[in-house]
C-alpha cells in the first residue's frame, strides 16, 4: 500500500520516516517531495509497504503523531488519476507568444 505522509517538518529524513513506519512492518521504499530548484523539502512524502495490514495499523498509529515537532497526517495515498487536474500558463495565444 502507498501511504501518503504530510505535515511533515521540513528536517525529517528518509530514515526517520523509514523507522517511524518500520515499527508496524516490512517498508518497501520512502521518498520525500522535494523542490526541483531549491531541493528543499515541500514537507510531504510517500511510505510504500507491502502488506495491508500492516500498513493500516501503521496508518492508524502514526497518524496525528508528533515527529520533529510537527503532527503528521498519515492516509492511504490516492492515485494520480483521482487528482484534479492543475491548469498551468504557457504560450497560449495564437503564435505561442513567439516573436517573427
Do not use: C, H, W
Not at 6 to 17: I, R, W
Not at 23 to 30: C, D, M
Amino acid at each position: 500500500m502507498n501511504i501518503y505522509v504530510g505535515n511533515l517538518s521540513y528536517g525529517v529524513t528518509e530514515d526517520e520516516l523509514r523507522e517511524a513506519f518500520g515499527a508496524y512492518g516490512e517498508i518497501s521504499s520512502v521518498s520525500l517531495i522535494s523542490d526541483k530548484f531549491s531541493g528543499q523539502s515541500k514537507g510531504f512524502g510517500f511510505v510504500e509497504m507491502p502488506n495491508n495490514s500492516e500498513a493500516d495499523a501503521a496508518i492508524k498509529a502514526l497518524n496525528e503523531t508528533p515527529l520533529k515537532g510537527r503532527n503528521m497526517r498519515v492516509n492511504q495515498a490516492k492515485p494520480r488519476t483521482d487528482r484534479p487536474q492543475r491548469s498551468g500558463g504557457g504560450g497560449g495565444g495564437p503564435g505561442g507568444g513567439r516573436r517573427y
